[in-house]
C-alpha cells in the first residue's frame, strides 16, 4: 500500500485494491489531455513560424535601407579626393566638390608662435615678476605687443577695432598684361613719393605674369607697398604704414606703362578706431610698425599697445591674471590655468630655466602679443623662437603660378568640397584628383547584394524539404509568399532596366551564381563607374521608377513593410493564431483538473468500499 497527493486529494494506492490508482489515472489523464498536447503542438509550430518570418521579415528591412541609400540622387553625387603622395598630403571630398585634379608644391606648413625668454633663472621658485599679467594673441588685429597696467581688473577683456586702417592707394588705370618682360635700363624704374619724401627704385628684370609682376614691385619698394592685382586685374600700390599721416603719389619711371599706371596717381590713407571694454575710442592715424597706443578700458585701467603696423577691424579676448607669488612656477601655473590660448613651460638650460610661451593654434594670427618686457628685471625680453605662420601651397609655376594660404594645415579654400590635410613641405608637387566615389558606391551596393543573398539563403532554409529528416525541413514549407522571394529579388536586381544606357546589372558586375544568389564583381563596377559614372546611376535610380534598387526597395518594402506587408501580415497571422491557441489551452485546463479530481474521488470510495467489505468478510471468518 502507498498514499500520495494529488492536489487537494489523498489517494490511497492499493490500500484494499492492490491497485497502483495513481498510476491509472495519470494514464487515463494523458488520453484526456491529448487534445490539449495537439494544441499545445500546434502552438510551438506557430511560434516557429514567426520566428522564421520575423527573421525574414529583419533580412528584409535591411535590403529595403540599403537600396533607398542607392535611390537618392544625392548618394550618387558623392565623391573621392586622393593624392598622389600621401606622405605629403591628403584629401577629403563632400559632395559639393567638383571633379578634377589640382597640382600643388607645400612651400611650408601652419606653425604655432612661441616666444622664450632671453635670460634664464636659477629655480622655477624664483621670483620672475609681480602683480599681474596680461595674455594676449592680437596680432591678427595688427598688434605686436599688448601691457595692461596694475589698475586693470583681472579676468577677461575685449579689444575691439571698430574701424580698420588703410594705406595710401595707388591703382593702376590699365590692367596688366598676361605676361610682362621687364627690361633693365628700359622699363625697370618706378618713382613716387611716400609721406612727400620722392625715391625712385628698381624692378628686377625678368617675364612676370600678373601676380608675379606685383610682388617684384613690393620687393623694389623695400618695404614702402604692399602690391596686389585687384579685381579688374589692375595694380594696386598700399603703402605699408596706414592712416590718414600717410600719402604716396606716383611721380614717374620707365615701367608706368608695364605697370598699367598713370603719373600723377595720388592716394592718401584712412584713420582706423579702436577701444578696450567699451571706453574711450581712439582714433589711430598713425599705424606702423612700434607705434604706440593708450586705450582705457571701460572698467577701469589702460593697456599700452604697441602696433605691428595697420589695424584690420575684429575683436579679441585678452586675460589679464595673477601671477600669484611672481614666481616662475606660479607665473606658469597662472598662464596654463587661463585658457588663453597659449601654453606655458619651464625649459631647462644647463642648470637653470626659461619659460617658453607656445600658442594652441597655428598661423600667422597665432602669435603671442605679450609684453616684451614683461619680465624684464629676472628673464630679461620674451623673443621670438618660432614665428607663426599660415600654410603656403604653390599652385603651377612660371608667370602664372599662384598661392594659397590657409592658418592650419587643413586647407579648405583651394578647392570647393575638398579638404586637404598638409603633412610635409619643401618636396615636389602633389596631385589632389577627385572623381566620382566609385568604392564607396560600390560598398552600398556589396550591402545590398549581399542582404538580398541573405533572404535568399533564409527563405532556401525555411521552405526546404527533406523526406528523410524531419529536423532540416523548414518550418516554412509551403508558403508561396516566402517561396517567391529569392525570385522576385533576383528579377528586380536583374531584370532589364527600361531606357538604361547600360541595360541591365550585368553591365555593373552584377550576376547570378548556380545556387541562386547573387554575385557581384567590385572591379567590374568600378571601371563602370569610372566609365560612365552617370549612366551607372540611371541604372539603379531612375525618373521613372524603374531602377534597381527602386525595383529592389518597392519589393522588400511590400514583403516587410510594418503596416502592410505581405510578411508583416503572416507574422500577424501566425501571432494570433498563437494567441488562440493559449486561450484554447487556458480554457482546457480547468476541465482537466475537474475530471482528475472526479477519478480520484471514485477511485478513493472505490477503495474506501472494498476496504469496509473486507472487514465484514473478517468479521464472519470467512
Excluded: C
Excluded at 10 to 31: C, E, K, P
Excluded at 108 to 116: K, P, R
Amino acid at each position: 500500500m502507498s498514499i500520495s497527493s494529488n492536489g487537494n486529494s489523498l489517494v490511497f494506492n492499493g490500500l484494499s485494491s492492490g491497485i497502483n490508482t495513481t498510476a491509472v489515472i495519470n494514464a487515463l489523464m494523458q488520453v484526456a489531455a491529448q487534445p490539449q498536447q495537439m494544441l499545445h503542438a500546434e502552438q510551438t509550430v506557430a511560434t516557429t513560424q514567426i520566428t522564421a518570418y520575423q527573421a525574414l521579415n529583419t533580412a528584409l528591412q535591411s535590403v529595403t535601407s540599403d537600396a533607398l541609400l542607392l535611390t537618392l540622387p544625392t548618394g550618387w553625387k558623392g565623391t573621392a579626393a586622393t593624392s598622389s603622395d600621401d606622405t605629403v598630403a591628403t584629401a577629403a571630398s563632400t559632395s559639393a566638390a567638383v571633379g578634377g585634379a589640382f597640382t600643388f608644391s607645400v612651400g611650408n606648413l601652419a606653425t604655432s608662435s612661441s616666444l622664450i625668454s632671453s635670460a634664464s633663472v636659477a629655480s622655477t621658485s624664483t621670483t620672475v615678476t609681480s602683480g599681474n599679467l596680461l595674455l594676449s594673441q592680437a596680432s591678427g588685429l595688427g598688434f605686436s605687443g599688448l601691457a595692461g597696467d596694475q589698475v586693470l581688473a583681472t579676468g577677461s577683456h575685449t579689444l575691439t577695432v571698430t574701424t580698420a586702417t588703410t594705406g595710401a592707394n595707388l591703382t593702376g588705370t590699365t590692367a596688366v598684361a598676361a605676361s610682362t618682360t621687364i627690361t633693365a635700363g628700359s622699363n625697370d624704374s618706378l618713382a613716387y613719393t611716400v609721406d612727400g619724401v620722392p625715391k625712385t627704385v628698381t624692378i628686377a628684370p625678368g617675364t612676370y605674369g600678373p601676380t608675379q609682376l606685383a610682388a617684384a614691385v613690393a620687393a623694389a619698394s623695400n618695404g614702402d607697398f604692399t602690391a596686389t592685382i585687384n579685381g579688374n586685374g589692375d595694380l594696386q600700390l598700399t603703402t605699408t604704414a596706414q592712416g590718414s599721416a600717410h600719402s604716396a603719389s606716383v611721380t614717374g619711371g620707365t615701367a608706368l606703362a608695364a605697370l598699367g599706371l598713370t603719373g600723377g596717381t595720388s592716394g592718401t590713407g584712412t584713420d582706423g578706431a579702436v577701444n578696450l571694454d567699451g571706453g574711450p575710442s581712439v582714433t589711430v592715424s598713425d599705424a606702423h610698425a612700434g607705434a604706440q597706443l593708450s586705450l582705457t578700458s571701460g572698467t577701469g585701467g589702460t593697456v599700452t599697445a604697441t602696433l605691428a603696423g595697420g589695424l584690420t577691424a575684429g575683436a579679441t579676448t585678452l586675460s589679464n591674471v595673477s601671477t600669484a607669488s611672481g614666481s616662475l612656477s606660479d607665473v606658469i601655473a597662472a598662464i596654463n590655468g587661463a585658457n588663453a590660448g597659449m601654453t606655458a613651460t619651464a625649459v631647462g638650460v644647463g642648470n637653470s630655466y626659461r619659460l617658453q610661451l607656445t600658442s594652441t593654434t597655428t598661423g600667422a594670427a597665432s602669435s603671442l602679443t605679450l609684453s616684451p618686457t614683461a619680465f624684464l628685471g629676472s628673464l630679461g625680453t620674451l623673443t621670438t623662437l618660432q614665428a607663426g605662420q599660415d600654410a603656403r601651397l604653390t599652385v603651377g609655376s612660371g608667370p602664372n603660378a599662384y598661392q594659397v594660404t590657409s592658418p592650419t594645415n587643413q586647407v579648405g579654400n583651394a578647392l570647393p568640397g575638398v579638404t586637404i590635410n598638409l603633412l610635409k613641405a619643401g618636396t615636389g608637387p602633389v596631385t589632389i584628383s577627385v572623381g566620382a566615389d566609385s568604392s564607396g558606391m560600390a560598398a552600398k551596393v556589396h550591402n545590398m547584394i549581399s542582404d538580398i543573398n541573405s533572404v535568399i539563403t533564409q527563405a532556401k532554409a525555411a521552405t526546404a524539404f527533406d523526406p528523410n529528416n524531419a529536423v532540416n525541413t523548414g518550418p516554412l514549407l509551403g508558403d508561396n509568399t516566402v517561396e517567391g522571394l529569392a525570385s522576385g529579388l533576383t528579377q528586380a536586381v536583374t531584370g532589364a532596366v527600361a531606357g538604361s544606357g547600360l541595360g541591365d546589372a550585368s553591365a555593373v558586375g552584377i550576376t547570378v551564381n548556380t545556387d541562386g544568389t547573387l554575385a557581384f564583381d567590385q572591379d567590374r563596377f568600378s571601371a563602370a563607374m569610372a566609365a560612365n559614372p552617370q549612366g551607372v546611376a540611371d541604372l539603379f535610380q531612375r525618373l521613372g521608377g524603374n531602377g534597381i534598387a527602386q525595383q529592389v526597395r518597392t519589393f522588400a518594402d511590400g514583403m516587410s513593410n510594418p503596416t502592410t506587408g505581405a510578411i508583416t501580415a503572416a507574422i500577424q497571422g501566425s501571432q494570433a493564431t498563437v494567441a488562440s491557441l493559449a486561450d484554447q489551452i487556458t480554457a482546457m485546463q480547468p476541465l482537466l483538473d475537474m475530471q482528475r479530481q472526479q477519478l480520484t474521488l471514485e477511485f478513493t470510495q472505490m477503495e474506501t468500499a472494498l476496504s469496509q467489505l473486507n472487514a465484514q468478510k473478517t468479521a464472519l471468518g470467512l
